[in-house]
């Protein structure tokens, strides 16, 4: 039997099982599969607001300097091209989420770093960066730097390994003009933010600012503005992620990654369990929660409801989970978002559950989300209602 060409079915006719990483106007970051070999790529194609000639010269820029380049954190240009009038670069590279979703996830699962894993992050990202140093770029006369970096430019596999991407163009800052998809936070020398061009030294401080900003992203309170919370909380990754006494343990850091991909339980040697289970408190009909900081917060209709179908869920099951289709239903029941808005919503939700003080009662897994299995949660009584949160904790 002759073989049947099914290339027209492929994404750009030569991808399979295409998967977003990062989409902005400028450029979109998908990983996929090599439909000749069945191998892990990373494919960068035009956003919606950048042109072919601008991807082109883009690209064309990106594998000059890659080439230049061997280091195994730097991922080397496998092809590049134009497939079906969409200009695209592939990289060798098998990662399949960038350092800012792999924060939500360690948000959600509300997993902590220990230092020396954390430290291998950066002792390694910064072993890539000084081996480039090491290169003349002949264009331009002087070593070879990235100039900007951000969490958007380390690149993570399901296997825990990860990638340096940002040499010649940062693919996955690039932008076509001043409005973008998403905010990504990204750190720089001044001389470089200033239209300066970039040096080893200038490399060396972005990398210790975005490792610093990393250690204190944690989103300070009242008198921060709205835009820096929510950049605090973009930048939350690994809040230890800066040089600290314990040796570095990059293996210890792919473990954990890995295991956070594949729905594991925290591994043991990265956190111990907290001393007290996280609690949930429940005003009457579910008008407020309280965690164990025991604030009390009002709740809307869809947080309500929201909460509700995850506490029935954990009354039912512990360990069984809610997708997101679930929590759509049960916050918004009998309305039919358009794609992809639903999910939003109720991401959006969790984030301002999480903000209420629910970041170690709300966990994510492969499945979807729960509440923590050990998780206490208990109701306050019509009578105890204006009671404080703290003293009705016990409340029947």
Not at 294 to 314: C, E, W
Request: hydrophobic share 40%.
């Amino acid at each position: 039997m002759g073989h049947t060409d099914d290339s027209r079915s492929r994404w750009l006719g030569r991808y399979e099982t295409p998967r977003s990483i990062r989409r902005r106007d400028g450029l979109h970051v998908v990983a996929a599969t090599r439909a000749g070999d069945a191998e892990p790529c990373v494919v960068i194609v035009p956003g919606p607001a950048a042109s072919a000639a601008r991807a082109n010269t883009v690209f064309a820029e990106i594998e000059r300097v890659h080439a230049l380049l061997d280091h195994p954190l730097i991922p080397k240009v496998a092809a590049r091209g134009v497939a079906d009038g969409m200009p695209y670069i592939e990289l060798a590279c098998d990662a399949v989420i960038d350092g800012l979703d792999l924060t939500s996830l360690l948000n959600d699962a509300g997993w902590t770093v220990p230092p020396g894993s954390a430290a291998g992050l950066v002792a390694s990202l910064r072993k890539a960066i000084q081996a480039a140093h090491a290169v003349l770029d002949p264009k331009h006369g002087r070593p070879v730097c990235i100039g900007r970096v951000s969490c958007a430019d380390v690149l993570f596999s399901r296997e825990g390994r990860w990638y340096l991407v940002g040499y010649g163009r940062d693919a996955p800052l690039e932008r076509a003009g001043e409005q973008q998809i998403d905010r990504v936070p990204e750190f720089q020398a001044p001389e470089v933010a200033a239209g300066g061009e970039p040096t080893p030294a200038g490399d060396e401080l972005a990398l210790a600012l975005l490792a610093r900003s990393l250690r204190h992203a944690a989103v300070q309170g009242g008198a921060a503005s709205a835009r820096r919370r929510a950049r605090a909380e973009e930048a939350d990754l690994l809040h230890h992620l800066a040089p600290c006494s314990e040796a570095p343990d990059p293996e210890g850091f792919a473990s954990l990654v890995a295991s956070l991909l594949a729905g594991r339980p925290l591994p043991l040697a990265a956190e111990a369990a907290p001393a007290c289970p996280p609690t949930l408190v429940l005003g009457c009909e579910v008008r407020w929660i309280a965690a164990n900081d025991g604030v009390k917060h009002t709740l809307g209709h869809a947080l309500s409801r929201i909460v509700t179908a995850l506490v029935d869920r954990h009354d039912e099951a512990p360990d069984a989970s809610l997708s997101l289709q679930d929590l759509f239903e049960a916050g918004w029941p009998g309305e039919r978002p358009v794609a992809g808005a639903g999910a939003n919503r109720v991401y959006v939700a969790l984030t301002q559950l999480r903000r209420m003080g629910l970041r170690e009662v709300i966990e994510r897994n492969e499945h979807g989300y729960r509440l923590a299995p050990r998780a206490v949660v208990r109701f306050v009584s019509p009578r105890t209602e204006h009671a404080r949160p703290q003293d009705t904790r016990s409340a029947s």
